[in-house]
């Protein structure tokens, strides 16, 4: 290093010169040329002690962050900006490394960087380029090395925009994060430029929504204050503060615990109504009207809104999310090329959407379903695909994201239902298999249609072996599989899908020995594997997945019932199955000991939900 004496004339004007640059300069030589004297004045080494004096006094960090905010947002533009913020980051490197003051400095540049990447995250455009940037790696490990709490916070509230699906159980740590997020919240609704630390409400509440996709985290945001931070902005005549308080209790809602709360706040409820009687926007009447829907309980409990109609004025219902939109219209205009009649909510707007939404589902004859990750996340593509499975609607599953498969709640939905996939395949080549599905499940509800007025006579449950089923099966065990699970999934409980909330709740008490006992008593001892650990409470779910998905829960018997074959591998023992062809062909159960374990188990499901 050399043991020149730094010229502190110069230094001084240096740093007037980096004071004076405007808009216009930056990214140009001169600019450049300011920016490259600091970075090389580190050289200096006996002046170090003046040099870093000199920079803290006159707050070169600070001087420096609107030339960063200029150049971060397109760093490799030309090579006048990379080296804008190379010798920024660069100088500031080398400052930081001795003094405390300059850390201190650096800090809000730091602090402006992670700002302006929770700008960048909430374009979803750009979600997948900083993924492939390891933007989610370096965040993570931000959100456990910083002891710094708005850093810590803002890291997770960006994470929750570009975390991928398999990851977001990482969002299940934030609630330190989260406790910082309720109470930035709280102050920037009292602030008078709606802020706290440079955050607006609507970034606040809108980063909220996101957490809140994890499930655990809904409890965690609920509190009485955030409830009076969401009644503040639903008080304002702010069309984007109230979409986004809104949203967020929305989301909320669907943690029954917190719906009944909701349910119980005379002010929320009234606010909504009124929002909803008198907003302009479309948008935020649609987000309203749902939330009013959830909250009140109408998913569980509507009866139907329209009356009774023909099957020709039934129609095919598009759902879809709006990253969907320019899909599900070509998707429209083929369907009606093709002779369908179909109902898509941008062409049928009404003052009442969530009324309109219902009417729409209850008279569509099959439901489409464009799935994609923010189908998953939309409060309002959650309930229509709920109360299409509680109307027991057919639906045909298209995913219309690449490298990505549904799970949760959508997961639980699609069951073991065939999906085409729009995102791999070319639209005719997928178009082509989903109008083959649309056409099998509208001949399928026109028959459920025939058999509900009385034309055809219902098959009963304790029969589910007789025609049409038996010979649609194949010796071929895979599509065995399939189709005793598409089969049998067709058949509908007498009994009102609500009964699991108007059964006795006396057995959902059992112990594990017993549901054992009573799997005695309905003949299912031989299958008593199946069911170790389960008590009524796990009986209650599986009654939940039967009514919810039901192929799913056909194909998951089939699945136990071959766990119980012995593997070709495996020596024959006294407790295993005997006398069949395929016991002996790997872990494969026969017919007769599946549809065994499929009649006791529906008999006494059905006893269940029926008991009193």
Known sequence: MTSDVVDTVQLNEKLNELSRLTKHDYGTESSISILKYFDHLYAFQQSYRIINDALVRRRYAALCQPLFKYCINDVFQTDNIWHTVYYILHSLWNYTEKSPAMCQAVLTLFKCSISILH??????????????HNCVEILKKLTSDTSHDFIRALSYLTLSYIITEDERTFLENAEHAISFVLNALRE??????????GLRTTELCNGLSKLSVCDKNKMTIYSDTTLSCIIDMLKQQNFEEQCSASTL??????DESIRLKCYDNKELKELLCTINETTPN?????????????????????????????ASQKHVMISYNHDTKALSQKIKERLISDGYSVWIDFENMHINLLDAMAQAIEQAMVIIMCFTEKYKDSPSCRLEAEYAIQKNKKIVPLIAQANWKPTGWLGIILGQKLYINFAKKTFDIAYKEMLAEVKANTETAADDEQRRRGSAKPLPIESPVKEPIVPALSSNTTNTVEKLAKGFSNIKLEKSTTATAEASSSWKQWSANEVSAKLNEMGLERYQKIFVDVDGAKLTKLIEIKLKAPEFYYSLLKEKCDS???????????????GSPLASQGNISTLAQFLTLVTGLDNLLEHLMTSN
């Open 119 to 132: 700008n960048l995250a909430q374009i979803s455009e750009l979600k997948l380029d900083l993924q492939k």
């Open 188 to 197: 920037a609704t009292v602030a008078k430029d709606r802020r706290y630390n």
């Open 249 to 254: 209790v929305w989301s909320l809602s669907f």
């Open 282 to 310: 479309d948008e935020l009447r649609r987000i309203v009207s749902g939330c009013l829907w959830t909250i009140m309980g109408n998913i569980k409990k509507k009866k139907a809104t329209s009356p009774p109609s023909s």
């Open 564 to 578: 119980l074959v012995p593997s070709r591998s495996s020596a024959p023992s006294i407790h295993s199955f005997s």
